[in-house]
Nanobody, 121 residues
Framework: QVQLVESGGGLVQAGGSLRLSCAASGSIVVINDMGWYRQAPGKQRELVAAINRGGSTNYADSVKGRFTISRDNAKNTVYLQMNSLKPEDTAVYYC???????????????WGKGTLVTVSS
């Protein structure tokens, strides 16, 4: 089994910054893609940013130029630096990882429980 634990959410004023972290633990052989998704009240979950093991990234248009995703493969950790936050960024942010574990020869998607980010105007 694999656990993803997010941290770093909270309340911030518009224009402010937050840094989210997500640490993966368990019987991990390798983590391929890692990403951050978010879900605002009444809306579907959407991709915010993703990064592959080699460091290639992609971002939702709404966060390009404001958010930066990065990862530390040695620590099995992914980060999301969020700058110039807007009220519309308010959501629960979820970490996602594609993981190959001991004894299983294919990749499984794992999700964290989420961390709430609230941006006040």
């Amino acid at each position: 089994q694999v656990q993803l634990v997010e941290s770093g959410g909270g309340l911030v004023q518009a224009g402010g910054s937050l840094r989210l972290s997500c640490a993966a633990s368990g019987s991990i052989v390798v983590i391929n893609d890692m990403g951050w998704y978010r879900q605002a009240p009444g809306k579907q979950r959407e991709l915010v940013a993703a990064i592959n093991r080699g460091g290639s990234t992609n971002y939702a248009d709404s966060v390009k130029g404001r958010f930066t995703i990065s990862r530390d493969n040695a620590k099995n950790t992914v980060y999301l630096q969020m700058n110039s936050l807007k009220p519309e960024d308010t959501a629960v942010y979820y970490c996602n990882a594609g993981v190959i574990t001991l004894g299983i020869l294919y990749e499984i998607d794992y999700w964290g429980k989420g961390t709430l980010v609230t941006v006040s105007s």
